[in-house]
């Protein structure tokens, strides 16, 4: 095991254990979206805690007999001394690995991704469909007992396949979207719409959101919700079902956005050969929905809807406020 991921597994398990002791909440969502193997450790983690909870005192004194002698912790309970003994033995183990050979290895495990302008629809051995739009890179693993998905950057729609015993994940910066069957779109950018925040829209069925911070909301067909970097969630939204990942039509779809956010969308998808330096400008709002292709209309109708005027400039147009007569 490497020493980054040997640093991961033992920090992960400290979160673990203080998160039964009220450990700070903003801190733990800072941690958890500060690289993406950090949730993934997190959740084996809380896992193993779980399992030793359950645990016959019997059990739970095996545990602790196991690791060499060491001072005991002031005020920790049996089964938290046994849950650290538990996870120091699989960080000494192997970490990640050992954890993940003792729970059962995935019996699928691959990664995937479109470039910029391209799009992707893949489906999963267990009958789930995964459609990738521009930009995006995931990871999959099918286990005995769960499905999990770790969405890198981009933004897709999952069409789930029914299965009680095995719930689907889907982990997006500091969300966690849960479901057993249904189809919704999770979206997590770095630039654009809904920058930097991880947001998940719901085409039909229910999905439970979490987040490291501890927040959760459930959502049914027609809702939407995003959670800040930090792991607050915003106010659940309605959104006609049909407009749930309007990306797969080719479309891109503007409610007052800001004409800086709207260039940013566009030029997640390709070059659009538009630029905008005046903060004013690039505050003006627009709204509509638009097919892909439709970025030389956009632009030419900039000037018929909003104050402003295109001005070439060398391989590129910059829209420049327009003078007042």
């Known amino acids: 095991m490497t020493a980054a991921g040997e640093r991961i597994a033992r920090e992960a398990a400290a979160w673990a254990v203080r998160a039964g002791e009220g450990a700070d909440q903003a801190a733990l969502a800072a941690w958890l979206a500060a690289d993406p193997r950090h949730r993934a450790a997190y959740e084996a983690m809380r896992a193993t805690l779980r399992g030793v909870r359950a645990l016959p005192p019997s059990a739970v004194a095996g545990l602790r007999a196991a690791l060499p002698a060491a001072p005991p912790a002031p005020r920790r309970s049996l089964v938290l001394q046994a849950c650290c003994a538990t ?17 059962g290895q995935a019996s699928f495990s691959a990664s ?12 999963l051995p267990d009958g789930s469909v995964i ?3 521009t930009a995006t890179r995931i990871e999959v693993r099918l286990y005995r007992d769960r499905r999990e998905v770790l969405l890198h950057e981009g933004q897709a729609l999952f069409s789930v396949r029914r299965d009680s015993a095995r719930p689907f994940h889907v982990s997006a910066g500091a969300a966690r979207v849960t479901v057993l069957g249904t189809r919704f779109a999770v979206r997590h950018t770095r630039t654009g719409l809904q920058a930097n925040r991880a947001a998940v829209a719901v085409e039909e069925g229910r999905v439970r959101v979490r987040t490291g911070a501890g927040q959760e909301t459930e959502l049914g067909a027609g809702q939407a919700v995003s959670s800040a970097a930090d792991g607050r969630l915003g106010a659940v939204a309605s959104v006609a079902p049909g407009a749930v990942a309007a990306w797969r039509e080719g479309r891109i779809s503007f409610r007052n956005t800001p004409l800086a956010l709207a260039l940013a969308e566009f030029e997640r998808y390709g070059q659009t050969g538009l630029v905008v330096r005046d903060p004013a400008v690039a505050a003006l709002r627009v709204g509509g929905s638009y097919t892909l292709r439709q970025l030389p209309a956009f632009a030419a109708a900039l000037p018929e809807i909003l104050p402003v005027r295109l001005v070439a400039r060398g391989g590129h147009s910059e829209i420049v406020a327009r003078e007042k007569n």
């Open 131 to 133: 459609a990738l739009d």
């Open 87 to 103: 996870l120091a033995l699989a960080v000494a183990g192997g970490g990640w690995l050992a954890w993940d050979q003792r729970q």
């Open 112 to 123: 995937y991704a479109t470039t910029r302008g391209q799009q992707l629809t893949q489906a």
